[in-house]
């Protein structure tokens, strides 16, 4: 596949080349992933295909050195040749152009649109565009090298599509979700969304836009620890019928407020709202206690921040009975605890 990829590589955006992609997906993907140049090498030093470079180095002993630097010497070239290759051979883009644009990462592609060109002041060949991400604030506008622009084809757009849903099925499930109690009665049976609930959309939640910072990140995996542990509770913990506190139509209203909430005070509000909806008889007394010593909830919406809220839900995960249930007894009026 290195072989046939190197053809697709140096014909550029020939006719041919999406016909290519379609007949030799594999070829495709490993350029895509930018592996086809290491499988180039250990092709031309005859070295088993199956091993990291890296590895292949350390093998040896007085030569191991050597090779890496022979290694690292042949990969910049090749890639060299072939940025310099298409940078040359790709058709300029004008402002107003909508393009696809590659993540630093290299693993998505980004709807968007060229809104400034830049050129070498000798060569007067294109060394940058500005681009402005579509349905993105303007405040993640940046300027990018031509090589990660591409144009928005048939063939690109599914190329597009296939780099989101392998991101997302990485992504769906954050590791921090091990950590939580709720984690072990996420598929349990005799569980209260078996009346009214669904399972969260993880991956839609996690994925996030260009230039997105950890404080983004920390925000939507809190977002995703909360819906679980709602997703988790058991039958009795909360009264889910049509005249109680959650009741189908609320909850669900509630899901929806939780993943669209954009600042802390929102999901702070949000949590609140679970807490109080929440049957007394399900919380351990010292975790129930411990409820009752934070802020009250007008103080901690006002006060609100990522810390706070995750700080209430991780104590409300602790103080959950996740493995109590009881079935015939879904009224719970007695249970439930005042609004504080």
């Known amino acids: 596949p290195e072989a046939i990829a190197s053809v697709l590589v140096c014909l550029g955006k020939d006719k041919v080349t999406d016909e290519l992609r379609r007949a030799f997906p594999r070829a495709s993907s490993i350029i895509s992933n930018r592996k086809w140049c290491d499988l180039l090498q250990k092709r031309a030093f005859n070295l088993d295909r199956n091993k990291p470079i890296e590895q292949l180095c350390n093998d040896g002993n007085d030569s191991a050195d050597s090779l890496r630097e022979e290694f690292q010497e042949t990969k910049l070239t090749i890639e060299h040749a072939s940025e310099k290759k298409r940078e040359e051979e790709s058709e ?5 152009e909508d393009v696809l644009v590659e993540s630093s990462d290299g693993d998505l592609l980004w709807d968007a649109k060229i809104i400034a060109v830049s050129n070498d002041s000798h060569t007067r060949m294109i060394n940058g565009y500005r681009v402005h991400y579509k349905e993105w604030s303007s405040r993640f506008d940046e300027w990018v090298k031509p090589i990660r622009v591409v144009e928005p084809s048939k063939n690109n757009s599914l190329v597009q599509k296939e780099r989101l849903e392998k991101k997302v099925k990485k992504n769906a499930f954050p590791g921090l979700v091990k950590e939580l109690v709720a984690s072990a009665f996420l598929f349990a049976e005799d569980r209260a969304r ?25 925000f939507t995996y809190i977002k995703v620890v909360l819906l679980l542990v709602e997703f988790s509770l058991p039958i009795g913990s909360i009264d889910t019928s049509e005249d109680g506190p959650w009741r189908p139509d609320f909850a669900s209203c509630w ?38 010593c934070l802020p009250k909830h007008w103080k901690a919406m006002n006060e609100a921040t990522i810390s706070s809220v995750a700080l209430r839900i991780w104590q409300l995960d602790y103080g959950i009975k996740f493995a109590l249930t009881h079935k015939d007894d879904l009224s719970l009026s007695k249970g439930n605890r005042k609004p504080r």
């Open 92 to 96: 300029p883009y004008e402002a107003g």
């Open 194 to 218: 078996a009346l009214n609930s669904s399972f969260p959309e993880t991956s839609k939640i996690l994925s996030l836009g260009p230039g997105a910072s950890n404080h983004d990140k920390n």
């Open 255 to 292: 899901r929806s407020l939780v993943e669209k909430s954009d600042s802390a005070a929102k999901l702070m509000s949000c949590l609140t709202i679970f807490e109080d909806a929440l049957s007394s008889d399900w919380l351990r007394p010292n975790s129930e206690h411990l409820l009752q």
